[in-house]
């Protein structure tokens, strides 16, 4: 990793070997993740944040396919709640409900 203070997304997919798409789903994925933003928008990783994702290519790519949930155990980490695993959660629920409904009905 070079010698900065900040690297911006392109210049840490370069030193992951992770596409850039896939470094801001990671970012919703796991909390560890927190880039600081420029006045622009654009994310300004520091050199831990990318140990961490160092260590999760690693966990994923080349430790058989880890799960995000053994990742998470593995790092250390409980997963905060997120947006999108709560609106899951309440698809899911919803999903259950409607089919609750049609077997009433019947």
Partial sequence: IP???????????????????VLRYWESEFRLIRP????????????????????????????EGLTFPTIMTQLGYNREVTVRSVYMRAKARQLELVRLCFEQDR
């Fill in 3 to 21: 010698d900065k203070l900040y690297f911006k997304i392109g210049e840490v997919a370069k030193i992951t070997g992770v596409k850039a798409y």
């Fill in 36 to 63: 600081a933003k420029s006045r622009a928008g654009q994310r300004l990783y520091q050199r831990k944040d990318i140990e961490v994702l160092l260590q999760i290519r690693r966990l994923l790519y080349d430790e």
